[in-house]
């Protein structure tokens, strides 16, 4: 109880330190924006058209077991697709056995395709900070070893220090009782995991596993971030 209390109040901080760098910056935006009625069918497919104009952009965290991870941003209003995968280490094209050896350098990762005019980068930070522990060295809850560290791979200079400046403004309002000691990396390579590791929580919402890791997640993140949830994920 007083776990599960204490993760709340930790993802509520979260979101508002990293919410106020954003403001001071800027760079966030009005979460649910209000909009007055279409004048007509054609200002409607015009609006439409755009939409599928907009450039998406792309995030690749290192915050525990894919299965978990995966399962928590593809709820995220403006994630258009969530990939579990491998990412930062030196052997090519590994396979999950690889993985599990801890021998590869590579980290457990998902690669987050989104649309930056519904959700930012630094919304989708508040999401990686408030469901992992980023304090615990190559480890997230049972999972223990390299590939399941705490890493943020950057794909652009911008990603970089928005990640960077989070992560100091946690640590200054001490929201955590430990130094965070989440990697910040320049991305270089993404190798998609095996068919079976993919939108795996759906598929297997009975697995023992994902009863304890993935669901208390999914629980947190609809009460802390329930404006950042798709309308369809919140039933």
Partial sequence: MLSSLRSTVVGLTIAATICAIGVA??????????????KSNQQSQAQQDVKEDVQMET???GNGCFWCTEAVFL?????ASVTSGY?????????????????TGHAEVIQIKYNPEEITY?????VFFGTHDPTTLNRQGP???????????YHNETQKERAELAKSELEKSKVFRKPIVTEITEFSIFY????????????NPNNQYCQIQAAPKIKKIKKVFSE????????
Wanted: net charge negative; aromatic share 10%.
């Fill in 25 to 38: 910056q800027g760079s966030r935006p009005n979460q649910d924006p209000v909009q007055g009625p279409t």
């Fill in 59 to 61: 995030a690749t965290f």
């Fill in 75 to 79: 709820h995220l209003k403006g994630v």
């Fill in 87 to 103: 990412s930062g280490g030196r052997v090519p094209n590994p396979t999950y056995e690889q993985i599990c050896t801890g021998m």
């Fill in 122 to 126: 630094d919304q989708l930070l508040e």
């Fill in 143 to 153: 999972d223990v070893g390299t590939q399941y560290r705490s890493a943020i791979f």
């Fill in 192 to 203: 998609p995991a095996e068919d079976y590791h993919q939108n795996f929580f759906a598929r």
């Fill in 228 to 235: 950042l949830i798709k309308e369809e994920a919140k039933r």
